[in-house]
């Protein structure tokens, strides 16, 4: 028979349910705050709840026991439809060059001004406790929180999306959805429903090449450009309106990984984007990104070879240049990630005055869409007054009750006009948010798609083209890697009509990769365009040539030197990098008899988490080291990623030449501190053709 516990003291007794017994609790009575119940009342015992005898029944009196599980079985809310998975940070915009001559919005007038933000980005597909690495289209959504009201950039890493016309979304949501009957695939693209479903739309091709190239598999949050997609409108103090295409650019470059990195990294450290977010901006290195825009007229849009107000068209940046006038800055993790990153709601439809939409259908859809699917979440029209929604700057309405109000609105007047209370807030007139007065022409009513929207293959051809060989590699094995994934065969020979009409070439390498004879081209709505190129538009092509943001793993092991780890430290760092030391164990003693605790095990941080890797190890444990597949792995993947590798002599006795690992120029000895730095700033990409067989 268990001896009485009295609950009334628990700091006096010995407490069951910690270990054996042998510890107190550390609680009020030792200076901590008092925990309490939600109505404020003090919990005396949080460990047990109130029963009817040490072994008798729980009783229903208990309040504390009741709150607590009936808060706990509502935690969780609905999560985002897309976008669940998602990671954030708290920072600031500010703008360099005013934009004065085009719209009257303070934020984008007022030079040297930091307004803060929020920003969250996520992957579209997969459930809020999928990984961070699927390739997908990444969510890149703004908050600033302007003196003028809240203003939400809803954007992606892709300049493009893939629909024209808000109707379709729902059913390309549901096609890239786990199949609705098995349930899978997770966070994935590549399935029978999705490729039907765009294989059907030929208006999907342009960003399903984007989503095939590198551009889908970013290394980083922090490498990842930003675009707001649609064409909005600027207008200035006269009314005059002028398009607007907004753009992130990451300070980092754009980086990525490759595909079999990215699928073995979703095994490692399915949190690899938001740990990184996470101790990037811990440890002082603030992701920063350029703010951009590109302005034309209604006159100059008339010029362009394709239609300003379809979703699925960039505007090339040597059509219209990107224009740089701000900067974001990223510099606080947020402190509760529920309270904040799961919490905040981001609708296209709050902008400031002086921002306005242009008449993209997509747009116009997601202007609904947006303000709806919080309701369902957050579960109330209410949503705006949790902290991370509320508006920084002054706010005052009429709008009364609903579930959870947390204000309590003074007076008898809630209503307007009304002349009873001076004191309440009244319409500001010209003051107050404008519409452009767009003259609209003699429309007729009918669900009609613009003829001006057909052409569906000569932007996906300027991005096929404006890649680097290696790149076009990289696309054409995912598409190959993707349809082979589809069972369906009449899927897969139609999208081989259409890539046709993309590039031959690509068209033939996925034909040849899936085994299958080319079919007739698709009928194309429109005549195919040659746009010429872009480079804007390449991944490799814009990678900086600076080690800023990328991590390098030294391999350690007991009696490993001392000098040559810190040499390499201090060179990796000095080049803007961070460092992780990596060991068979946890701790280990070096050479001169330090003892050190690493910051990885081996068999818990494969290289596919490093950027390039340095071993230096003594004999013994790298004969060991050469029975662990760990590490054999370690050094293929590293070389099958085209990174840089320097090594020691114990490494190359015993590791590398068991391994089918060539001595090019990105592997290389210890002694060339400066030769591995500087390879590891990029990758070899001309390695990779020995090491896969792209399409
Ligand atoms: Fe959307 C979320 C981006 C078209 C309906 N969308 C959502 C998020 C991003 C985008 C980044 C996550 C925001 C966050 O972090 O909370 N969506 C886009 C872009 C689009 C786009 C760039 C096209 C250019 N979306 C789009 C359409 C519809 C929606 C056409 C509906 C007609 N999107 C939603 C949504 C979500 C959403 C269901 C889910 C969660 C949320 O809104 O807050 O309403």
């Not at 114990?650 to 400066?674: M, Q, W």
Request: proline letters at 7%; aromatic letters at 8%; one cysteine or more.
């Amino acid at each position: 028979m268990n001896k009485n516990i009295d609950h009334t003291d628990p700091a006096k007794n010995m407490n069951p349910t910690r270990g054996n017994g042998g510890e107190t609790h550390q609680g009020a009575e030792q200076g901590g705050k008092v925990l309490t119940t939600q109505q404020g009342v003090p919990v005396g015992d949080n460990q047990n709840s109130l029963k009817a005898g040490s072994r008798g029944p729980t009783l229903l009196e208990d309040f504390v026991l009741r709150e607590k599980i009936n808060h706990f079985d509502h935690e969780r809310i609905p999560e985002r439809i897309v976008h669940a998975r998602g990671s954030a940070a708290h920072g600031y915009f500010e703008l360099t060059e005013s934009l004065e001559e085009y719209t009257t919005a303070k934020v984008l007038t007022e030079t040297g001004k930091q307004t803060p933000l929020f920003t969250r980005f996520s992957t579209v597909a997969g459930s809020t406790g999928s990984k961070d690495t699927p390739r997908d289209v990444r969510g890149f959504a703004v908050k600033i929180y302007t003196e003028e009201g809240n203003w939400d950039i809803v954007g992606n890493n892709m300049p493009i999306f893939f629909i024209q016309d808000a109707i379709k979304f729902p059913d390309l949501i549901h096609a890239v959805k786990p199949e609705p009957d098995r349930g899978f695939p997770q966070a994935a693209s590549a399935h029978d429903t999705f490729w039907d479903f765009v294989s059907l739309s030929p208006e999907t091709m342009h960003n399903l090449i984007w989503l095939m190239s590198d551009r889908g598999l970013p290394r980083s949050l922090r490498m990842m450009e930003g675009f707001g997609i649609h064409t909005y409108r600027l207008l200035n103090k006269e009314g005059k309106s002028t398009f607007v295409r907004f753009h992130w650019k990451p300070v980092l470059g754009v980086q990525s990984t490759t595909w079999d990195e990215a699928v073995k990294i979703s095994g490692a450290d399915p949190d690899y984007h938001r740990r990184d977010l996470f101790e990037a901006i811990n440890n002082g290195m603030y992701p920063e990104w350029e703010f951009g825009v590109q302005l034309f007229t209604e006159e100059e849009a008339a010029e362009f070879p394709f239609d300003h107000l379809d979703a699925t068209k960039m505007i090339p940046e040597e059509l219209v240049p990107v224009k740089i006038v701000g900067k974001m800055v990223l510099n606080r993790y947020p402190d509760n990630f529920f309270a904040e990153t799961e919490q905040v709601a981001f609708c296209p439809s709050h902008v400031p005055p002086g921002i306005d939409y242009s008449n993209d259908p997509l747009l116009q859809g997601r202007l609904f869409s947006y303000l709806d699917t919080q309701l369902s979440r957050l579960g109330s029209p209410n949503f705006a007054q949790i902290p991370i929604n509320a508006p920084k700057c002054p706010f005052a309405n009429m709008q009364r009750d609903g579930h959870m109000q947390m204000q309590v609105p003074k007076g008898r007047v809630a209503y307007e006009p009304q002349s009873l209370d001076p004191d309440m807030p009244r319409e500001g007139g010209k003051k107050g948010y404008q519409s452009f007065a767009e003259q609209l022409d003699d429309n007729v009513k009918g669900r009609i798609r613009a003829e001006s929207f057909a052409d569906h293959y000569s932007q996906p051809r300027l991005f096929y083209r404006s890649q680097t060989p290696i790149e076009q590699a990289h696309i054409a094995s995912a598409y190959a890697f993707e349809l082979g994934k589809v069972d369906t065969a009449h899927v897969r020979t139609r999208m081989l009509g259409h890539l046709q009409h993309i590039d031959d070439d690509l068209a033939e390498r996925v034909a040849t990769a899936l085994g299958m004879d080319l079919p007739e081209p698709a009928d194309a709505a429109a005549p195919v365009q040659d746009l010429g190129t872009s480079k804007a538009v390449q991944t490799i092509g814009l990678s900086p040539e600076n080690l800023e943001g990328r991590l390098v793993g030294i391999l350690v092991a007991e009696g490993s030197s001392h000098s040559e780890v810190k040499k390499f430290e201090t060179a990796a760092k000095e080049a803007g990098a961070s460092v992780k030391i990596v060991a068979p164990n946890k701790e280990v003693t070096l050479d001169d008899g330090t003892r050190i605790q690493t910051d990885e095990r081996l068999a818990g941080a494969p290289s596919v988490l490093f950027d390039a890797i340095v071993s230096i190890i003594m004999h013994p444990p790298a004969k060991k080291l050469a029975m662990d597949s760990a590490a054999l792995d370690w050094f293929n993947d590293a070389y099958a990623h085209c990174k840089a590798i320097a090594y020691c002599p114990a490494t190359e006795e015993h590791i590398l030449s068991k391994l089918p690992i060539e001595k090019d120029s990105f592997v290389t000895p210890l002694d060339d501190v400066d030769g591995f730095i500087e390879n590891a700033k990029t990758r070899l990409w001309e390695r990779e053709p020995k090491v896969r067989d792209l399409a």
